[in-house]
């Protein structure tokens, strides 16, 4: 009855057009509850057009032109995004640039994925007026990572549509990154698995841990650990209940992380999740001088007794060799072996 009164009154004062409830695209996270199925794009191929935009942050010159290269050098044709050189501060054009250039790449017949060139700042400003209607009734390969995690999480929720938390195209591509990209990505691997380094030689914050023992089952969700907590509390926020949600951080001390991981304990279902899979928390050490817990002690205060498999150690994050996971998809961990089975192809055949 109050929902009522409230509708009632600001249709009375005009003030109807102002809320998200009543613009043409009403967003609220509320209103995915698992209506939408899991929509797989087509895989990509060799020989596709890949149009390249930037949702975020401007790429500098010498960057944007190792990233057309790189895709290139893949095998596919790139088309540039009609804003993609624009600047404009910390962000790659006026928000309106970097929408149409989003919807332009899915609407186009001619273009098979859409990559993003760089993550950065940005991306969550677009959520409000992205036209899921366009993404719903053209379904294609999204891949980027870091600040891409709002249009991730956004998109899925929204559409169904499997999309791919991946290298953005100025990452470097070292075999490692390839090989997952090519399995997931393309189809070349199904089921594929997806261990963690247990390379003694490798430095100690690829190191995999067991946070909280066992194994569990469900769709993958999750992204960068700061956008999951920015999007906390927004028509956005994710639905983590009965997921596999995967999180990463780069550049955060301890105590912010802590910050940000019991942010979305208390804002959000993450409580609910099937199990974590933490990936690779770069530069995340706190300084030497000022007294702190470690980087493992914060994840095991935070996420030990959720009741639910918690480990660190998955090969995804801003490193070079990143594997390449897909929101939506079916994904098995085991927090023992540190490792996530993708059972089942993320894209179709065709």
Not at 26 to 43: D, E, I, R, T
Not at 48 to 51: I, N, Q
């Given at each position: 009855m109050r929902r009522y009164f409230r509708r009632d009154f600001l249709k009375l004062t005009g003030l109807a057009a102002l809320t998200p409830e009543f613009s043409g695209s009403?967003?609220?996270?509320?209103?995915?509850?698992?209506?939408?199925?899991?929509?797989?794009?087509?895989?990509l191929k060799t020989g596709?057009?890949?149009?390249l935009i930037a949702p975020g942050s401007p790429p500098s010159d010498e960057k944007l032109a190792l990233a057309l290269s790189s895709l290139s050098s893949l095998g596919f044709r790139v088309k540039e995004g009609t804003h993609l050189r624009k600047k404009n501060g910390y962000l790659a054009g006026t928000d309106a640039d970097r929408l149409s250039d989003l919807h332009q790449a899915f609407s186009d017949p001619d273009t098979d994925a859409v990559w993003c060139v760089r993550g950065g700042y940005g991306c969550a400003r677009l959520l409000p007026g992205l036209n899921f209607d366009i993404i719903r009734n053209n379904p294609k390969v999204f891949i980027g990572y870091s600040d891409i995690t709002a249009l991730h999480v956004a998109i899925h929720q929204q559409t169904g549509l499997a999309t791919f938390h991946g290298p953005v195209a100025v990452s470097d591509l070292p075999s490692f990154t390839l090989n997952h990209l090519r399995a997931v990505v393309m189809g070349e691997e199904a089921p594929h698995r997806i261990q963690g380094v247990t390379?003694?030689?490798a430095p100690l914050h690829y190191q995999p841990?067991?946070?909280a023992p066992g194994r569990a089952e469900g769709s993958l969700t999750g992204g960068n650990l700061a956008l999951l907590a920015a999007l906390a509390g927004t028509p956005f926020a994710p639905v983590f209940k009965d997921k596999i949600v995967f999180i990463e951080d780069v550049g955060e001390k301890p105590y912010r992380i802590d910050r940000m991981i019991t942010q979305l304990l208390q804002a959000t279902d993450l409580r609910a999740a099937a199990g974590i899979a933490l990936g690779i928390f770069d530069d995340c050490n706190p300084d030497p001088e000022s007294p702190s817990l470690t980087l493992g002690e914060t994840l095991k205060l935070c996420l030990g007794n959720l009741g639910i498999p918690v480990f660190y150690g998955l090969p995804f994050g801003h490193i070079q060799g990143q594997c390449t996971l897909p929101y939506g998809v079916k994904a098995i961990l085991d927090a023992d072996a540190f490792s996530l089975l993708l059972p089942d192809s993320a894209v179709l055949s065709g």
């Open positions: 009403n967003m609220y996270a509320s209103s995915f509850q698992g209506k939408h199925h899991l929509v797989l794009p087509n895989k596709d057009r890949v149009s390379d003694a030689s841990f067991t946070i």
